[in-house]
């Protein structure tokens, strides 16, 4: 459809209609206009873009390159300005890792929002309050203005950074997706409105869309930063609470009371009394009505969190588009993870504490297990346990044979231990104290009780009658065993043995 002329329009603004005549005179002139494009398809779409999209390729390569400048800009801004002012700030570990993404979204929302109030409101443009005048004395080619050139450099360079930014920057949510597709949406509008010349439209949608942006990000930051040195700021709290009664006010008012009745009226209506054949009109339209659509999405979540906020379910202000803490992190931890972490936040998970203590039964001749250690073979943190159940009885060698195995792990929060090397570990809950890691028993042997026929009596060299461990260390250094280590092989005890607590190499 090429454009068949202009109109200059009527001398005084033309009154902002009502939602029933914005659904009355958009969906009639959509229809008049369907039923009216005898020629259209793909011919008419190549034929619209040869004679009325004017965008030249070094225009393209400097919004690369300035999207390129954006993502470097915040990578410098994050690392130099926002997370040292997080760490000065004393932010919680949670708030400080999204305060970088919101102060830098924030910082650009206001200058662009601050830029558009500019260019609408201190200048001699009239399309706030005269919408349908974006259409008056257009024409294809036509030259853009500077101010209006240079908003638009930004605006899409910043949209295209944000590409990027979403998938591998920002916090992912339950609604990135839906944030993936606005920010595509938005470009190609940007893009596509500034080929063809309809830049005074769009920034009338740049101005109607970044306040509540502002607002949102403002909100934010500070219910990140009420917290913060872990005391309560009442100012920051008042901000915040504020700032959320703002943006949802704002955010009904600006993108779903004023964006339909000022740019959809003027685009699905008034375009076309002005311009009877504007080109890619339905292009246009439906790009529109899908941002619509998506600011409808999003004012759901806007209603859901005011709906918990008056039953009671939540009692501070937090994004409800966030996944919980509990859904983000897996029952596993990760490798990375676990490098990660810190060795005194550490414990042995229960599959690792070793062998629990079994009854031993009961017979003739049997005698009482080891029920304690010598304080010099055995760390403070094991302590010997004896077995539970009656005695074990003596092995036909004539061997006593008592197993000395820690006590099984309380089932209440106690303190963390610190893992041995190359053992599967589990996190900590914070607050927990650290205690020196488990030391692991090594086999001492038992000498057959006393001469051959005899019944064997006490040993002279350890409390209770029985040998004592070999000490392996001596004036700071460490000994080996002088006696060979009975068994088949090192780490199986012998018939006959008994385990003992020590130092281990």
């Not at 509540?212 to 990140?224: A, I, M």
Request: glycine letters at 8%; a positive charge.
């Amino acid at each position: 459809m090429a454009a068949a002329g202009t109109a200059a329009g009527p001398a005084t603004p033309e009154p902002m209609p009502s939602y029933a005549q914005l659904v009355q005179r958009g969906w009639g002139s959509a229809l008049a206009a369907a039923r009216g494009c005898a020629d259209c398809g793909w011919g008419l779409a190549r034929r619209g873009l040869a004679e009325h999209a004017h965008l030249a390729p070094p225009e393209l390569l400097l919004l690369a390159l300035c999207a390129l400048g954006w993502t470097a800009l915040r990578s410098a801004a994050t690392s130099r300005l926002f997370r040292p002012l997080a760490k000065r700030c004393r932010l919680q570990p949670r708030d400080a890792a999204k305060m970088p993404e919101s102060a830098w979204k924030f910082l650009f929302y206001l200058g662009a929002w601050s830029y558009s109030t500019y260019l609408l409101f201190g200048t001699d443009y009239p399309f706030f309050h005269d919408p349908p005048s974006v259409f008056y004395d257009w024409k294809t080619g036509m030259a853009v203005p500077r101010d209006i050139t240079v908003a638009y450099l930004l605006q899409g360079s910043f949209y295209g950074h944000s590409i990027y930014a979403t998938l591998y920057l920002d916090a992912w949510r339950k609604d990135s997706v839906v944030m993936l597709i606005h920010h595509v949406v938005t470009l190609v509008l940007i893009i596509s409105s500034y080929a063809f010349r309809y830049h005074k439209v769009g920034i009338l949608v740049l101005f109607l869309h970044d306040i509540s942006d502002v607002q949102l990000e403002f909100t934010k930051l500070n219910v990140y930063f009420k917290s913060r040195g872990g005391s309560h700021h009442r100012l920051h709290a008042l901000a915040a609470d504020l700032g959320c009664l703002s943006f949802s006010l704002s955010w009904f008012w600006f993108r779903l009371y004023w964006f339909p009745l000022k740019v959809l009226y003027a685009t699905s209506y008034c375009s076309l009394q002005s311009v009877p054949d504007i080109p890619f009109y339905f292009f246009f339209n439906a790009l529109l009505l899908l941002l619509t659509l998506m600011n409808l999405y999003w004012f759901l979540y806007i209603v859901a969190f005011a709906a918990k906020v008056l039953t009671g379910q939540v009692r501070e202000l937090k994004d409800v588009r966030e996944y919980d803490t509990a859904e983000a992190l897996s029952p596993k931890p990760s490798k990375a993870e676990i490098a990660a972490t810190p060795p005194e936040t550490l414990t042995w998970p229960r599959s690792l504490q070793g062998p629990r203590s079994r009854p031993q039964p009961a017979g003739p001749g049997a005698q009482q297990p080891l029920s304690t250690r010598p304080a010099a073979a055995c760390d403070e943190d094991a302590t010997a346990v004896p077995a539970s159940g009656p005695p074990r009885p003596s092995s036909p060698t004539g061997h006593t044979a008592a197993l000395v195995t820690p006590g099984p792990r309380p089932r209440a929060p106690g303190p963390c231990r610190r893992p041995t090397p190359g053992s599967r570990v589990s996190r900590c809950a914070p607050g927990r104290p650290q205690v020196p890691a488990r030391t692991p028993c090594h086999v001492a042997p038992v000498p057959p009780p006393g001469p051959p026929g005899g019944q064997g009596g006490p040993s002279e060299d350890a409390p209770g009658g029985y040998p004592a461990a070999v000490p392996r260390g001596g004036a700071g250094g460490r000994r080996k065993h002088r006696a060979p280590r009975p068994g088949p092989r090192r780490g199986r005890p012998a018939p006959g043995a008994r385990l003992s607590c020590g130092t281990v190499p």
